[in-house]
Every structure is written in structure tokens, then in C-alpha cells.
Nanobody
Framework: QVQLVESGGGLVQAGGSLSLSCAASGSIFSIRIMGWYRQAPGKQRELVAT?????NYAEFVKGRFTISRDNAKNTVYLQMNGLKPEDTAVYYC???????????????WGQGTQVTVSS
């Protein structure tokens, strides 16, 4: 019954900013890692940023995007500044979670939110 729900996508001009959020809900014992991936039309899904024991960023977003977490709310954020047209993609929330009552870790995905950057 664990679910990830994303919000914050939309249309923005090049150089603008957007802030994405993703909240995990359900019977959660702990969350090991939360992060963001993206997929542009006709291309494969790629990692954007992750937050666990350490924070990692794809090289193409370093200096522009910031990932953060509110553990009390089981929420991860992605602040995107200096957006470029090539950032246009569907952005997916990802989490590695141990559900309540389980000794195993599972990977969960959100439904995705569209980010469109115009020239």
C-alpha cells in the first residue's frame, strides 16, 4: 500500500525555475533512499539526483538543481533553477522503502510529472 505522489510540474521559460515534490505514504517502516529520474520523449530514463546516506547529482544538473528531504513528512523535493529546453521530460520520483512488517527493501516509483521548458 506504499504510494509515491508527485506534484509541481508545469511549463516554464528557459532560465526559469520549478520546484517538484514527492510524498511517500502508506505503511512505511523506513525510507533508505529517495530520488528523482527523468525521461524525455524517445529516450531512456536517467537519474537526476538521489538522497540517502549521501547526496548524488547527475553531472548535467550540478549547480542548477538541489535535492532535499523532509524525513518527518516522508517527502523529497527537487528545486530546479536555470532550466534549459533539454530539461524537458517527465520527472519520476523514486524511493527505496522498507514497508511496515517487512524485513525486505522495495523500489517504488511515482506516476511522473511533466516538466516543459520553452525557448
Amino acid at each position: 500500500q506504499v504510494q509515491l505522489v508527485e506534484s509541481g510540474g508545469g511549463l516554464v521559460q528557459a532560465g526559469g525555475s520549478l520546484s517538484l515534490s514527492c510524498a511517500a505514504s502508506g505503511s512505511i517502516f523506513s525510507i533508505r533512499i529517495m530520488g528523482w529520474y527523468r525521461q524525455a520523449p524517445g529516450k531512456q530514463r536517467e537519474l537526476v539526483a538521489t538522497s540517502g546516506n549521501s547526496t548524488n547529482y547527475a553531472e548535467f544538473v550540478k549547480g542548477r538543481f538541489t535535492i532535499s528531504r523532509d524525513n518527518a513528512k516522508n517527502t523529497v523535493y527537487l528545486q530546479m533553477n536555470g532550466l534549459k529546453p533539454e530539461d524537458t521530460a517527465v520527472y519520476y520520483c523514486n524511493a527505496v522503502i522498507r514497508p511496515t512488517g517487512s524485513m525486505k527493501l522495495y523500489i517504488y516509483w511515482g506516476q511522473g510529472t511533466q516538466v516543459t521548458v520553452s525557448s
